[in-house]
């Protein structure tokens, strides 16, 4: 069985604080994903790394970076938290380009 | 326009109750999944359908490529069924997932 692990269910931080928010696959993945999901907005896509050290900007980057050192491990940074970024987020992970994506359990993140 | 298309976008059933949960989507779009987003935010695989019928239980999808539609059945419906069931698909050429809006669904007792 795939597993995608995220470090946190549930997280609260304070305005300016630097976040991480920690992504593991255990499926030896190529591709890992991060969303965000808000109500009524649906799930958007913030970066996407297809090989170590490689990322590619989503749908709304802004706010965030990425870091992916090691191929299991994906990892996103809120440089300095805002209360707009209070949300939830999903990890994901796929084998093929195109393929299968499983997720991982979501990090509820608040920002006060 | 549009290229990921739910409905109904909300159903509430009665325990037992069979259903039927549509995915339209454009030319642009293929390489379908389901998933079922659980009330603790968890998304869960379903089906990864590019085309053709596959079944898992009592859940079943089946995809006609051809004619731009998806559809996921869920028979003898149970009250943990409950949840927001979205269908995704990746764009042609592209990494990304384009995402339906999602049909919730209310299981009662």
């Known amino acids: 069985d795939v597993k995608v692990t995220q470090s946190s269910r549930y997280l609260v931080k304070r305005t300016g604080e630097k976040v991480f928010l920690e992504c593991v696959q255990d499926m030896d993945h190529e591709n890992m994903f991060w969303y965000r999901q808000d109500p009524g907005l649906g799930l958007r896509l913030i970066y996407f790394s297809y090989d170590v050290k490689m990322k590619e900007k989503g749908d709304i980057p802004e706010g965030y970076s990425v870091s992916r050192e090691k191929k299991e491990r994906f990892s996103l940074i809120l440089e300095s938290a805002s209360t707009n970024q209070t949300s939830m987020y999903l990890c994901?992970?796929?084998?093929?380009?195109?393929?299968?994506?499983?997720f991982g359990p979501g990090t509820r993140l608040t920002v006060l | 326009g549009i290229q990921v298309e739910q409905s109904p976008p909300d159903l509430i059933l009665q325990e037992g109750a069979n259903s039927t949960l549509r995915c339209n989507f454009s030319d642009s779009v293929n390489n379908l999944q389901w998933f079922h987003q659980n009330p603790w935010g968890q998304l869960i695989n379903l089906f990864y359908?590019?085309?053709?019928?596959k079944q898992n239980g009592r859940l079943s999808a089946t995809t006609v490529a051809t004619e731009r539609y998806s559809l996921l059945y869920i028979s003898s419906s149970q009250t943990t069924d409950s949840g927001v069931y979205f269908c995704?698909?990746?764009?042609?050429?592209?990494?990304?997932?384009?995402w339906g809006a999602g049909t919730k669904l209310i299981i009662k007792p």
């Open positions: 994901a992970s796929t084998y093929l380009n195109r393929g299968e994506q499983f």
């Open positions: 995704a698909g990746y764009m042609d050429s592209n990494y990304q997932l384009i």
């Open positions: 359908i590019p085309s053709g019928t």
